[in-house]
C-alpha cells in the first residue's frame, strides 16, 4: 500500500470515528486554510444555542463538519479531509 493510500485510509477511519461521536465531546486537530495547526475541543450535533432560522450545521457536507467549541461558547466548521489527529471514544488517532 502506498503511502498515499495509507493517508486516505486513516483519515477515513478518523472521519468515521467522528461522526460516530454526535452528542459526545472530541478533540480534533486539523490544519486551517493558512497552514496553521489548530486544535478545537468540543461536541457534534448541538442544537442548543441556535438562534430562529439558523443552523449552523445546514451547509454540512462530508467535508465540512460543524462543532461546538466549548472553550469560545460558539460553532466551527473545519474540514475533514485536514485532519491530523482526533480525540474521541477513549481513543486518540494521530497523522504522522
Do not use: C, H
Not at 480534533?28 to 497552514?35: E, P
Not at 496553521?36 to 449552523?56: A, D, S
Not at 466548521?77 to 482526533?86: A, P
Amino acid at each position: 500500500m502506498s503511502k498515499q493510500a495509507a493517508e486516505i485510509k486513516a483519515r477515513s477511519l478518523m472521519t468515521e470515528l467522528l461522526y460516530a461521536q454526535e452528542g459526545k465531546f472530541v478533540g480534533v486537530t486539523f490544519t486551517t486554510d493558512s497552514g496553521r495547526v489548530r486544535e478545537l475541543n468540543g461536541r457534534l450535533g448541538v442544537k442548543r444555542y441556535l438562534t430562529k432560522g439558523v443552523n449552523p450545521q445546514a451547509g454540512d457536507t462530508l467535508e465540512l463538519a460543524t462543532i461546538w467549541d466549548r472553550q469560545i461558547g460558539g460553532y466551527r466548521r473545519f474540514n475533514v479531509n485536514r485532519l491530523q489527529g482526533l480525540r474521541a471514544g477513549g481513543m486518540s488517532l494521530a497523522m504522522r
